[in-house]
């Protein structure tokens, strides 16, 4: 099935803070092998300064959490990701510190974040104009983080996270900027064109990264050492057993994230689940359909009609995600 991106006109430009991300903190001399230990991307291989997209996996390799990983130095590392599971997330990793000399807290009060979109983005630090996602400019005690561009119609809108030590010099001058405001929709609907969707409590332990693409957007590494559920993904990615993949879609009726998706050809098992979902409030086209998810599905199910929430439910149509996938080893 050939599938294209969006067919939307979404070209928002503006700032927020992320209503949804929070920021955990690890500190201490053994702060980064630790968290090669416990992390889907390589840690060790992260120069200071420079940020990664990773995954925290139970021993059966579900994706317990997602974060933005920040290296600050060589003993202090920033992990932004969902709010709702912080806490649980802060709980259990701290279980297997041990011995080792780290301390992970919710540092969420301790920074500012801002979410920067399009034209927003680009005024904000015209130093970030790397095509790579993750690239980083640090700017004293704060830092612009290039995300994954969000795509539609031929357009990339570009996302970028600001991260600010709370009242320092930097963080006082950025906040200080006359940017406008974007919208809590705006910066959720670019999440989702992005076609990567962060874990959050209603989806923890649903899906393996690869259920979510997320070694295709280079957020696993096949190369380091162990970490709980490693021998999971790796068996997924090297045996060809990859069956489901995430894909973006659109719907005239309300989207949530965790409802099911079937197909016509199956009334009683659903076929995949949806990830992340977002409204497009920008069109009063009744064409153009309002919900817009990110669905984990079966790839088996490509080709057949979809439906949310049962077989009969409201029509889903499939879009193309922004990236390339890795094929299966």
């Not at 889907?40 to 997602?66: E, I």
Request: proline share 5%; hydrophobic share 40%; charged share 15%.
């Amino acid at each position: 099935m050939d599938l294209i991106e969006p067919n939307l006109k979404f070209s928002p430009s503006g700032v927020l803070p992320p209503p949804d991300w929070g920021v955990v903190l690890a500190e201490g001399p053994d702060a980064g092998n630790f968290l090669q230990g416990q992390l889907t991307n390589d840690v060790l291989l992260l120069p200071t300064g420079q940020a990664r997209f990773t995954g925290y996996c139970s021993a059966k390799g579900r994706l317990m959490a997602s974060f933005i990983l920040l290296k600050v130095s060589n003993e202090q590392y920033l992990m932004v990701c969902h709010k709702d599971l912080l806490q649980a997330t802060v709980k259990r990793l701290s279980m297997f510190v041990m011995r080792a000399k780290v301390k992970l807290t919710d540092a969420s009060e301790n920074y500012e974040l801002r979410g920067l979109l399009g034209e927003a983005a680009n005024l904000a630090c015209p130093s970030l104009n790397s095509e790579v996602p993750l690239q980083v400019f640090q700017d004293a005690e704060s830092y612009f983080i290039k995300l994954h561009p969000a795509k539609n119609s031929g357009t990339s809108v570009q996302r970028t996270l600001w991260i600010g030590l709370k009242d320092s010099a930097s963080s006082k001058e950025f906040l200080s900027q006359a940017l406008t405001s974007a919208t809590t929709d705006d910066w959720q609907l670019a999440e989702v064109l992005s076609g990567i969707s962060m874990v959050q409590t209603i989806t923890s332990e649903a899906f393996v990264p690869q259920m979510l693409n997320y070694e295709s957007v280079q957020g696993v590494s096949f190369k380091k050492g162990c970490y709980p559920g490693q021998e999971v993904v790796a068996r997924s990615q090297f045996r060809g057993t990859l069956k489901r993949r995430a894909y973006i879609v659109s719907c005239h009726s309300v989207m949530q994230t965790g409802q099911e998706v079937f197909s016509s050809d199956d009334a009683e098992q659903a076929c995949g689940s949806v990830a992340s979902a977002a409204k497009f409030s920008g069109t009063s086209n009744p064409q153009t359909a309002p919900w817009w998810g990110i669905v984990s599905m079966q790839t088996s199910a490509l080709n057949r009609p979809l439906h949310l929430g049962d077989a009969k439910g409201p029509s889903l149509h499939i879009s193309a995600i922004p990236y390339p996938l890795l094929e299966d080893i």
